[in-house]
């Protein structure tokens, strides 16, 4: 699923999986004399000569099948592409806004037209902006160009239609790592520990993110077993389109299918996570007795950054000659959701509203999560220590917090006097020793289809025994929290690594190596001759060289950077900007819990309250969402699993 594929790369038709019935259902009439079925599996050479038809297989098709086998599921996808774009632009007039409320026109009913929204990844601007080598900032302000300036799209097309409003989907990664940090808090605390996992909506431990769609195909259709460990948190892209269709459609009174949202990711993958039924308006709106209507996907088209720049060449737009400098859009029609959205409407005038726009270079390039709930994990652990163990490859790493066992009892908001008062009393009874340590959490990332392999084989359940007498054992790696000296702790952490993957409270799971800089969408350094131009003297450069420069740009967020761009562009910019760094944040913090990792945790918790308050539906429903075990009974035979198993042991002399 993260193969660097796309639907232009192939010249042939598809050919079906063994369980795959779909084709077979949308074949051509062929003639009476030829009962041969042309998509039928078979050997080469009794391959009729024949041309046929590609073999039609729609988004749902792939999502409720088990069987399909082709070399990437995101190439199946045909109507979320840039040329679904151009045609929706060209075929809805757009409605205008003009102070949070659309404006009427005569002679032509607002019912007619579209709203246009986009939605762009941090990930996707930093693959511009290493094409073309500029900064982050002014590759962001060139995508806002072409979707919404008079130079961009607007300029062509029957209607002159652009999107209204783009909006970075840094806002909502935001929202999505304080509820991501408060599901691994409730998950890991002693009260939760203690109800079955039947009994709550809540993941078990370890908790696995959920954020990657190419994962999460994969864990449904062949790892079932791992669902109950899945986040059931919404994505960024999801929670993007959720907010959006929610508050704009009652906000100015329209339909949600009067509302067409655009995301722009780095991975074809997210076509298929925006076609999931669980990311339509029937998991959100109000139930209603008038007759059912369609269901309305929350993100109605995702493209990729390479269909970015073929948007615009379609279009015969130059995007290298789009101006860098922001555009203006209109309020928001919801104030403080638009300067939660649109953070540097404010920012020069309130420095609290500034958002970071990127996360360092410790948070990785999928949007820090992990990072984050390390971090929210330190602020809550006086004398926590962060230990960071790289596995076999660079795309597996282990975190372990540790701390002393003076820090047990210690509260994060009890004064350092106090405390050290307390730790000397207990030093002089000899309660404990200056050197004892203690693991208080675990985490690790796994990157890549080879090394989730290994991660979903470790937390397989154990084989049931049948044979009489048998006992099914699980081994634990060793378990020396109560009293661990500083110098077995990386030996624990190996121990670990290697063994009981339980142990860890928490791991980052993404389909792609290197992250989501490195998505299959993404600009590769073979597209434009980038390796030839961009090369250095020693030869072209290599892939591994472009991501490099990928990843450069995407941790490329000073405040100088940002400060200079925006003294170029002549204004005070509409990009983010850059917050103060941690240091400063943390001593801004309400009782240590407002400000961790640069991010206002109690602002985020009051917009999500006032996004639930305001379109009268709970927090459930608008930020979490389910996972379920994709099963096929095509191709299996009527006798099922048990019979054949029963089968088969008896052919090697099983006694049953």
Known sequence: MSAILSADDLNDFISPGVACIKPVETLPLQKPEEPHNPYEVTTEDKLPAQDHAPAQISLTDCLACSGCVTSAEAVLVS???????????????????????????????????????????????????????????????????????????????????????????????????????????????????????????APKKPILTSACPGWICYAEKTHPHVLPHLSRLKSPQALTGTLLKTVLSQQLHIRPDQIWHLAVMPCFDKKLEASREEFTDVYWRPSSPQEPTPPVRDVDCVITARELLMLADTRGISFPSLPQVPISTPPFPDPILDTFLFPQRESHLNPRQRRRRNQEPDAGPSGGY?????????????????????GRNADVVEYTITRPLAYRNRSPHISNTQQHLGDLSQKIEGEIEEDEEETIFRAARYYGFRNIQNLVRKLRPPRTRRLPGA??????APNN??????????????????????????????????????????????????????????????????????????????????????????GDGDGDVDMQDDGECKEEGNEGEEMVNGIDIMNVREVLRHWSESTGIEMGRLCFTTFREVRSDVGKGANGEKDRVVELAGRIGGGW
């Open 79 to 201: 109507l979320q592409s840039h040329s679904e774009v151009l045609n929706t632009l060209d075929a809805q007039p757009f409605t205008p806004i003009q102070h949070g409320e659309i404006q009427e026109e005569t002679g032509n009913g607002v019912n007619e037209g579209r709203i246009f929204i986009a939605s762009v990844s941090p990930q996707v601007r930093a693959s511009i902006a290493a094409t073309y080598g500029i900064s982050e900032l002014k590759a962001g302000w060139m995508i806002d160009q072409l979707l919404g300036g008079p130079l961009g799209l607007a300029s062509g097309g029957s209607h002159g239609s652009g999107f209204t409003w783009i909006v970075d989907t840094n806002a909502m990664r935001e929202a999505c790592l304080v509820l991501g940090a408060d599901e691994v808090a409730t998950s890991t605390s002693s009260s939760f520990s203690d109800v079955p996992p039947e009994s709550t909506s």
């Open 370 to 390: 992990l990072h984050h709930v390390l971090q929210t994990q330190l602020a809550k652990s006086p004398g926590g220590k962060l230990h960071t163990i790289r």
């Open 471 to 476: 006992a099914t054992t699980i081994k634990h």
């Open 481 to 570: 929290n109560n009293k661990n000296k500083s110098s077995n702790t990386a030996k624990t952490m190996n121990v670990t690594a290697a063994g009981n993957i339980i142990e860890y409270s928490y791991i980052e799971v993404m389909a792609c190596p290197g992250g989501c800089t490195n998505g299959g969408g993404q600009i590769k350094v073979d597209d434009m001759g980038l390796g030839e131009r961009q090369g250095t003297g020693e030869g072209s450069m290599n892939q591994a060289q472009w991501l490099e420069k990928v990843d450069e740009a995407y941790y490329s967020m000073s405040p100088s950077d940002t400060d200079t761009d925006i003294d170029e562009a002549g």
